[in-house]
Structures are given as C-alpha cells and as structure tokens.
C-alpha cells in the first residue's frame, strides 16, 4: 500500500494541552498538503479552523475528551457547539465507569443521543481498549453498532496505551458491517499503519506519518 493512500486515512491530530494557533495552523497546511482524512484539534480551534482552511480540509474535534465523564448533557451540547462551528467529524469519549458497572444500555443511549446531535456528521467512539477487558471491549462493539455510530476508536493516546493490532482484529470481528473502525495512539511508522489497515482500520489517528513524509 503507497503512503498517499495511507496519508488519505489519516487524521492528522494534535490534541496536546499547550498546543497554540501556530501549531494548529502548521498541523492544517500540512493536512492539506498531504490529503489527510482530516485534521483533529481541540475544540476550541474549531471555528478559527473552519474559515482558515476554506473547505479544503475537514475539520475533526474531539468531546468529553479525553476521560469521558462529563454529563451527556455536556457531551451533547459540546457536540451541537462543534457541530455549529463547522466540525465536519466528532470523536467522542464513553463514559468508561458505565461500563465497569455493566450499564451498557446508559453507554448506547448517549452514543445514539450525541449521534443525533451531530446532525448528519461522522460520530466516532473511542472506547479507550487498554482499559476495557476483552469482553467489554467485545461488548461495546455491539453497543456502538447499535447506537448508531459511524465509527469504533481504539483510544484517546492519553491513556494508558494506544492502538494494538490485537485490538483492531478483534473489533473487526464484532463491529456490525456498517461501522468502520479507527486505530489511534502510537501509529509511528507507515509498516505499523499498512498492518492496521490490512486488520480492518480505515482511519488512523495519528500525527507522525505526515511528520514521516515531511522528514
């Protein structure tokens, strides 16, 4: 697989607390340069990202992010708000102590009701796998499917780890047909990227392989 159709999976993210307008920026001219899938930023820079690319670059942020335990009401209204200011993709956080306490169906309906405020654009859960057992990570599979999402995300890369080829196979092998899958947290090299594609991911999330290409 060439690096171009790589680079076309990749949100080419920067998510870290001190990150400026320069460094946003950068990250931008360099997704649109190398045809990323998108650019995910904080969301506080969404709007400044939306005039400054002029449609050439879709805008991805990130809500409850990046421990997942505000209130869905947050979570909604943060959404309506990226929504709003011209996100064309959100990446959502679960509430992971609904989880550890088996209330699947409270996690299915805030992803259905965030799903719905996103009015059309993509919605992807990241589940944050290094903290999940196997069977809830197989269970919240089926919960994603049937909330609605158009994505499952292994992680946030703020965790205790990333994406494992592990990880992504199992999903694949749970996920309903129509949702896609994303690999996130450590991606740093372009053979890692072709091996996760080749288990199932169609999106991944990572700033390095443009750093790569660059270099």
Not at 42 to 54: I, L, N
Request: charged fraction near 25%; proline fraction near 2%.
């Amino acid at each position: 697989m060439d690096r171009e159709t790589l680079l076309g999976m990749v949100d080419h993210t920067l998510l870290v607390q001190t990150a400026g307008w320069e460094q946003i920026k950068e990250i931008l001219d360099d997704g649109i340069v190398y045809h990323t899938a998108s650019a995910c930023i904080p969301a506080s820079y969404v709007k400044r990202a939306f005039d400054y690319v002029e449609g050439r670059l879709p805008i991805c942020t990130v809500i409850g992010f990046p421990n997942g335990y505000t209130t869905r009401a947050a979570k909604i209204f943060e959404a309506k708000d990226a929504v709003k200011n011209g996100a064309a993709e959100v990446d959502m956080v679960i509430n992971l102590g609904d989880v550890k306490d088996g209330r699947f169906d409270v996690v299915q309906e805030e992803i259905r009701q965030i799903h719905e405020a996103c009015e059309g654009r993509i919605l992807k859960v990241i589940i944050e796998t290094c903290l999940l057992t196997q069977e809830e990570k197989i269970r919240m599979c089926q919960v994603v499917t049937d909330g609605g999402a158009q994505f499952i995300k292994t992680s946030t890369g703020f965790s205790t780890g990333g994406a494992t080829f592990e990880d992504v196979e199992l999903m694949k092998q749970h996920v309903g047909p129509q949702v896609r899958i994303k690999a996130a947290g450590g991606i740093s090299s372009f053979d890692d990227a072709e091996r996760f594609v080749q288990l199932g991911a169609s999106r991944l999330g990572t700033s390095r392989l443009v750093k790569l290409m660059k270099q």
